[in-house]
């Protein structure tokens, strides 16, 4: 932390809290909205995708009114109050199965927006008010650091997340007498609207499932299924909505922590008003064609990393399905007496885990290269973080050439289907590559926007880059289609393919980027 501005470790604390309760939420998103209201995995894809696309796309609309109202504190603070309003929404208990389809489920949909309209205002700004940290010429060779400190901070939150989220679900199903499996939520939407009409083995999985559900090992009977199926979806879906509390909590601490610490922020408010001379100045030096080019460059980029969010942010959709469906489960068991951490959500800490862990030795690796005067620059480290992202596809189609097609796994035996499962390794191996490859992306990226910005525009900017992200996760609804109708390994060689074929994109502008961003 040395040598770095005295607002960052308040900015990244802040941005902690509110990344905890969002981690929570989207480590349990894409199976909450299946196991709540029995959709497929391509049309929860829909919701996933769309509400993804407009965090970030809110995000533009967030960093419109701060940079007109040049009020970024105010609105970063609104951001963290409307989010709460939104998980608030969310949290609130509600049957399962749903009485009305349509209601429920637009009310679920309401509070999504709400999250991600918050998002909108907190995300981008806070971004902004950190670069602007680094606008000082004592800070402006800690730039890249300073943002590299800031995300690491955003994934201690995202580490813990998870497990909270998992432990709250599971307790509350062993409270209820239950214990926690995977696939009986997608057995019991079926067998409730099938009823004995299930395809393939689906009837005699569920009974199978549902005879080692109750932990003290009541036997369901098959005139039982029905009244078991509604027990066990009511209180596996009530234990989501009360993880939704804890997100709201974090909200309020990431909001004491913000107000507490405002003043350590800059605020471009007084800066344009006492000190515009100096930004003035920055600015009558570029002229309108370096402007100019420097927009052009920053979209260059933004257009290329939209190929790495929607194969990134796999990761709690398709990625969340297969640890769902082929990875071995059972051996991910940690007893904690009240409640039990175990569940494919529990992958999602792992990306987080790994950010922390790297971020020291990515930051050291690039200071030992720098003082060996080998300068490595911002789009060359985004180009071999798009080929890393693209080695981690390659990793998990290898492991995937022998599995069944998810049309082929629902005629599956519940014992054939768990001699096919592959080691829970294989999602931490992936988990660690993209994240190597995350580092040499986003908060570099997220760096490069800041510097390569002109001064006038700087939220502006930072909302293009979430909304270029948006873009990428309007499309993550591809990866659930490709996880339902596609062999399985073929589903990730489209994202390969993506990720590779947007290094060579990349690769062939970084001498023009390098110029024009010099």
Same mark, same amino acid.
């Given at each position: 932390?040395?040598g770095q501005?005295?607002?960052?470790?308040?900015?990244?604390?802040?941005?902690?809290?509110?990344?905890?309760?969002?981690?929570?939420?989207?480590?349990?998103?894409?199976?909450?909205?299946?196991?709540?209201?029995?959709?497929?995995?391509?049309?929860?894809?829909?919701?996933?995708?769309?509400?993804?696309?407009?965090?970030?796309?809110?995000?533009?609309?967030?960093?419109?009114?701060?940079?007109? &109202?040049?009020?970024?504190?105010?609105?970063?603070?609104?951001?963290?109050?409307?989010?709460?309003?939104?998980?608030?929404?969310?949290?609130?208990?509600?049957?399962?199965?749903?009485?009305?389809?349509?209601?429920?489920? &637009?009310?679920?949909c309401?509070?999504?927006?709400?999250?991600?309209?918050?998002?909108?205002?907190?995300?981008?700004?806070?971004?902004?008010?950190v670069?602007?940290?680094?606008?000082?010429?004592?800070?402006?060779?800690?730039?890249?650091?300073?943002?590299?400190?800031?995300?690491?901070f955003?994934?201690?939150?995202?580490?813990?997340?998870?497990?909270?989220?998992?432990?709250?679900?599971?307790?509350?199903?062993?409270?209820?007498?239950?214990?926690?499996?995977?696939?009986?939520?997608?057995?019991?939407? #079926?067998?409730?609207?099938?009823?004995?009409?299930?395809?393939? #083995?689906?009837?005699?999985?569920?009974?199978?499932?549902?005879?080692?559900?109750?932990?003290?090992?009541?036997?369901?009977?098959?005139?039982?299924?029905?009244?078991?199926?509604?027990?066990?979806?009511?209180?596996?879906?009530?234990?989501?909505?009360?993880?939704?509390?804890?997100?709201?909590?974090?909200?309020?601490?990431?909001?004491?922590?913000?107000?507490?610490?405002?003043?350590?922020?800059?605020?471009?408010?007084?800066?344009?008003?006492?000190?515009?001379?100096?930004?003035?100045? #920055? #600015?009558?030096?570029?002229?309108?064609?370096?402007?100019?080019q420097?927009?052009?460059?920053?979209?260059?980029?933004?257009?290329?990393?939209?190929?790495?969010?929607?194969?990134?942010?796999?990761?709690?959709?398709?990625? &969340?399905?297969?640890?769902?469906?082929?990875?071995?489960?059972?051996?991910?068991?940690?007893?904690?007496?009240?409640?039990?951490?175990?569940?494919?959500?529990?992958?999602?800490?792992?990306?987080?885990?790994?950010?922390?862990?790297?971020?020291p030795?990515?930051?050291w690796?690039?200071?030992?290269?720098?003082?060996?005067?080998?300068?490595?620059?911002?789009?060359?480290?985004?180009?071999?973080?798009?080929?890393?992202?693209? &080695?981690?596809?390659?990793?998990?189609?290898?492991f995937?050439?022998?599995?069944?097609?998810k049309?082929?796994?629902a005629?599956?035996?519940?014992?054939?289907?768990?001699?096919?499962?592959?080691?829970?390794?294989?999602?931490?191996?992936?988990?660690?590559?993209?994240?190597?490859?995350?580092?040499?992306i986003?908060?570099?990226?997220?760096?490069?926007?800041?510097?390569?910005?002109?001064?006038h525009?700087?939220?502006?900017?930072?909302?293009?880059?979430?909304?270029?992200t948006?873009?990428?996760?309007?499309?993550?609804?591809?990866?659930?289609?490709?996880?339902?109708?596609?062999p399985?390994?073929?589903?990730?060689?489209?994202?390969?393919a993506?990720?590779?074929?947007?290094?060579?994109?990349?690769?062939?502008?970084?001498?023009?980027?390098?110029?024009?961003?010099?």
């Amino acid at each position: 932390m040395k040598g770095q501005p005295q607002g960052l470790i308040a900015a990244a604390l802040a941005n902690m809290g509110e990344r905890f309760g969002f981690y929570i939420m989207m480590a349990i998103l894409t199976l909450f909205i299946s196991a709540k209201f029995g959709l497929d995995e391509a049309t929860a894809g829909y919701i996933y995708s769309g509400f993804y696309a407009s965090i970030y796309l809110l995000a533009l609309v967030g960093g419109i009114i701060a940079d007109k &109202t040049k009020n970024y504190k105010g609105t970063i603070m609104w951001g963290l109050v409307v989010m709460s309003l939104g998980y608030l929404l969310i949290a609130i208990p509600t049957p399962t199965p749903v009485p009305s389809l349509p209601l429920y489920l &637009t009310l679920t949909c309401l509070g999504l927006l709400v999250i991600a309209f918050g998002n909108g205002l907190f995300k981008g700004n806070l971004q902004a008010l950190v670069g602007q940290m680094y606008d000082n010429k004592e800070f402006s060779a800690k730039r890249e650091s300073g943002f590299q400190i800031f995300y690491m901070f955003i994934n201690i939150g995202g580490f813990f997340a998870p497990f909270v989220a998992i432990g709250v679900r599971n307790w509350w199903l062993k409270v209820n007498n239950f214990d926690y499996n995977a696939k009986l939520p997608e057995l019991c939407h #079926e067998y409730l609207a099938k009823g004995e009409h299930m395809a393939g #083995e689906g009837l005699a999985n569920l009974t199978s499932y549902a005879n080692s559900a109750y932990l003290d090992g009541t036997p369901v009977s098959a005139a039982g299924l029905h009244d078991f199926c509604n027990g066990y979806l009511d209180v596996f879906n009530r234990g989501f909505h009360y993880a939704f509390i804890a997100a709201i909590v974090m909200m309020l601490v990431s909001l004491v922590i913000y107000l507490s610490n405002k003043q350590r922020f800059p605020d471009p408010s007084k800066k344009a008003a006492a000190g515009g001379a100096k930004a003035s100045a #920055e #600015e009558i030096t570029m002229s309108a064609q370096e402007i100019r080019q420097r927009i052009y460059a920053l979209f260059a980029v933004f257009g290329v990393v939209i190929f790495f969010w929607v194969s990134f942010h796999q990761n709690g959709y398709s990625l &969340t399905y297969f640890a769902r469906d082929y990875v071995n489960l059972d051996v991910i068991n940690i007893n904690l007496g009240f409640t039990t951490i175990k569940g494919a959500e529990i992958f999602q800490s792992v990306n987080p885990f790994f950010v922390v862990t790297l971020t020291p030795l990515i930051m050291w690796f690039f200071g030992w290269l720098r003082k060996r005067n080998v300068e490595v620059s911002t789009p060359m480290k985004i180009a071999i973080g798009m080929g890393i992202a693209a &080695t981690a596809y390659l990793f998990l189609m290898f492991f995937s050439l022998a599995l069944p097609g998810k049309a082929a796994l629902a005629g599956m035996k519940a014992d054939q289907v768990q001699s096919i499962l592959v080691t829970p390794w294989v999602m931490v191996g992936l988990y660690f590559i993209l994240t190597v490859a995350e580092l040499f992306i986003s908060p570099l990226g997220l760096a490069f926007v800041s510097k390569v910005a002109p001064p006038h525009m700087q939220g502006l900017m930072q909302g293009f880059w979430l909304a270029a992200t948006a873009v990428g996760n309007a499309l993550l609804f591809v990866g659930g289609w490709l996880y339902m109708h596609t062999p399985m390994w073929a589903t990730w060689f489209v994202f390969v393919a993506a990720c590779g074929l947007s290094m060579l994109v990349m690769l062939s502008m970084v001498r023009w980027l390098e110029r024009v961003t010099r």
